[in-house]
T-cell receptor, first 112, second 113 residues
Framework: DVKVTQSSRYLVKRTGEKVFLECVQD?????MFWYRQDPGLGLRLIYF???????EKGDIPEGYSVSREKKERFSLILESASTNQTSMYLC???????????FGNGTRLTVT | QKEVEQNSGPLSVPEGAIASLNCTYS??????FFWYRQYSGKSPELIMF????GDKEDGRFTAQLNKASQYVSLLIRDSQPSDSATYLC?????????????FGQGTELSVKP
């Protein structure tokens, strides 16, 4: 079974802090994704990566950046956290473009 | 118009009934369609995927795709209380760098004993 591991289940940070959300997958998948999920808005794509050191903006990249130095690891970075970034963050991976996504357990981030 | 649209619900059905969940999408170039189930506080889990027009059955679940109408649906037969969850429709959007899944906002299903 594919395992996608997110480093934290719950995280509380202060406004202005730099925040790192880490995601690791163990199935050698090419593609990795970061989504955020908010009530009434569903899952929205922040960034994705189709190869090491490659990244593409999703639909809501503002205020975020990403890093993919190794194939198995995809990090989401909040350069200066704000309260409107309080959300559930979901990492996912897939082997190719038409494949289903495999999700991690999610990180619930609260910015105070 | 949203790229992927679902009725948010809640959709309430009695135990043993058929639950019908619907989804429309705007990109005619989409080729891959997915249904995920998400229990409260959990991450989405894949139920089914469908690539071709018509029906695809897996146990109590049937996915239906009509590309001409840009419509995909999920039928759950013999609904059980354990099916109560939010169901997410996802459609692949293709760009220069491969595909990415775009999700609808989800339909909340409640199955009453």
């Amino acid at each position: 079974d594919v395992k996608v591991t997110q480093s934290s289940r719950y995280l509380v940070k202060r406004t202005g802090e730099k925040v790192f959300l880490e995601c690791v997958q163990d199935m050698d998948h090419e593609n990795m994704f970061w989504y955020r999920q908010d009530p009434g808005l569903g899952l929205r794509l922040i960034y994705f990566s189709y190869d090491v050191k490659m990244k593409e903006k999703g639909d809501i990249p503002e205020g975020y950046s990403v890093s993919r130095e190794k194939k198995e690891r995809f990090s989401l970075i909040l350069e200066s956290a704000s309260t409107n970034q309080t959300s559930m963050y979901l990492c996912a991976s897939s082997p190719q473009a038409d494949s289903p996504l495999h999700f991690g357990n999610g990180t619930r981030l609260t910015v105070t | 118009q949203k790229e992927v649209e679902q009725n948010s619900g809640p959709l309430s059905v009695p135990e043993g009934a058929i639950a019908s969940l619907n989804c429309t999408y705007s990109d005619r170039g989409s080729q891959s369609f997915f249904w995920y189930r998400q229990y409260s506080g959990k991450s989405p889990e894949l139920i089914m995927f469908i690539y071709s027009n018509g029906d695809k059955e897996d146990g109590r679940f049937t996915a239906q795709l009509n590309k001409a109408s840009q419509y995909v649906s999920l039928l759950i037969r013999d609904s059980q209380p354990s099916d109560s969850a939010t169901y997410l429709c996802a459609v692949n959007r293709y760009g220069n760098q491969g595909g990415k899944l775009i999700f609808g906002q989800g339909t909340e299903l409640s199955v009453k004993p």
